[in-house]
């Protein structure tokens, strides 16, 4: 038994493998094939438009977050039912957490899940010099399997077919097609990359567009008999999403524009230990459903809705008010930005918050905190405990208080050394660091088991 996954994998980031990727989707789609997507790290935003384009979720695949059997299960799971699974890579094809290993790269992930690889070129201003480029990265570590080039930014047919000829001959893979320097398309972007496919609304002419592109100039047929590969088993499944109990809680997630980064497997592993999720909307002005035993404020951007989110006060008071009761909460970036008492913007306009944390968030014109983080909880911390997990860390904000020694709800460590972060109040546990629940199946059972201490302690019975 075969079946078919293909790794879009990039010499670098900006290269146009988000651009590829999705028309590759598009273009999967339109010949009638069920299309799973997947992305190699930790990043958001690419997959949901994935998910837009595909209408099925995009998981991630985090070789540094996750166990190898964790990322063979996650993989199995998500392509179940598909005809094919396209993952994206990160970055360059080879960078990862280290400079000195594969760990956490685009490469391991490839290995991991015994992929083939397409390698996509950005061959702008050159023809020869691209199978250079080419035979370094097959030379450059024997575990990769590239079964082929993908030349973007071309200038011409002609430029097309020199760049065809000299890495076919001389790295022995084919070049199974190109996307012009110049195409009639473009995907928005702002600081943290692409806008997320949430905010964009109707998004299925362009992904109709991208597909057509595709079609003219990158041979799909190919593309499907390369990406033929052998079944994948797992030995232990770690993350264990597929085992439902019955409902014993009931958590509130928070799911609109400003607030959407949920990695699946969270959500999942959640309800596989006994949580009904039930979601609503602040940004849509939703109430707090007073029957729940839980939250979960995920991130996204709600600095892009400070004015907006600012003036619901039905929803900001329902949250605070159930908080203030004892409501186990976690909060992750957006989510903890949102907890704050206000959100101050690059133009220096404050927008009140839900003001259960003391203290403001400052927007910057600059990154703030960007990479992996190791994650222990500190004391009060009744989600992680004494245990630790995995995260990342990525914002262009800051949180400032006037307290002189505040109860932080985590130490990270990142490339930078160890630092404090976050902070508990009440029944929450909030802070930048975006973790995935697979690093750390424990802290999974330990919020549930705050949740159900929570609803007996309000006389609670779960319908």
């Not at 280290?98 to 996509?120: F, Q, R, W, Y």
Request: glycine letters at 10%; one cysteine or more.
């Amino acid at each position: 038994m075969v079946t078919k996954r293909i790794v879009i994998a990039g010499t670098g980031s900006g290269v146009g493998k988000t651009t590829i990727t999705i028309g590759i989707m598009a273009a999967l789609k339109q010949a009638g094939l069920i299309v799973q997507g997947f992305k190699c790290g930790p990043d958001y935003i690419d997959p949901s438009y994935h998910s837009a384009v595909t209408k099925r979720v995009s998981r991630n695949l985090d070789s540094w977050m996750l166990t190898q059997d964790c990322i063979l299960e996650t993989y199995i799971n998500g392509s179940q039912g598909a005809d094919i699974s396209v993952i994206e890579g990160v970055m360059g094809f080879f960078d990862g957490k280290s400079p000195e290993t594969n760990e956490g790269s685009t490469a391991e992930i490839s290995m991991i899940t015994k992929s083939p690889v397409l390698l996509v070129v950005n061959c702008e201003s050159m023809a020869r010099s691209a199978a250079a480029i080419v035979k370094g990265f097959q030379l450059f570590s024997e575990g990769p399997n590239i079964v082929g080039v993908i030349a973007n930014k071309v200038g011409s047919e002609g430029h097309y077919q020199l760049i065809k000829k000299s890495i076919e001959q001389e790295c022995h893979v084919p070049v199974i097609g190109y996307l012009k320097r110049e195409i009639d398309i473009e995907i928005p972007e702002r600081q943290l990359g692409l806008i997320p496919s949430i905010e964009r609304g109707d998004l299925d002419s362009l992904f109709d567009r991208l597909g057509e592109l595709i079609v003219e100039t990158i041979d799909i047929e190919q593309l499907l008999e390369l990406a033929t590969a052998e079944p994948l088993r797992v030995n232990n499944k770690d993350l264990s999403v597929n085992t439902k109990i019955e409902h014993i809680v009931k958590i509130a997630v928070a799911k609109d524009k400003a607030f959407n980064f949920y990695y699946p497997e969270n959500l999942e592993m959640l309800e596989a230990k006994g949580a009904k999720i039930v979601y609503f909307s602040p940004l849509d002005n939703e109430e707090l459903p007073e029957d729940v035993d839980g939250l979960y404020l995920g991130g996204c951007l709600p600095e892009e809705f400070a004015h907006e989110l600012a003036g619901n006060i039905k929803a900001n008071r329902s949250v605070k008010t159930l908080i203030e009761h004892g409501l186990p909460t976690l909060a992750e970036c957006g989510g903890f930005m949102y907890l704050t008492e206000s959100i101050e913007t690059t133009r220096k306009k404050k927008y009140p918050m839900v003001g259960v944390i003391p203290g403001s968030i400052h927007m910057q014109p600059t990154l703030s905190a960007l990479g992996y983080r190791e994650i222990s909880g500190q004391k009060g911390n009744f989600i992680l405990r004494s245990l630790s997990a995995k995260g990342h860390e990525y914002h262009y904000s800051s949180y400032q208080s006037t307290e002189a020694n505040l109860p932080f709800a985590y130490q990270t460590e990142g490339l930078q050394g160890l630092k404090n972060e976050g902070y508990l109040i009440h029944n929450v546990v909030a802070g930048y660091t975006h973790i995935h629940f697979g690093s750390c199946s424990e802290m999974v059972e330990n919020w549930i088991e705050k949740c159900v201490e929570y609803k007996e302690s309000r006389g609670k019975s779960y319908d």
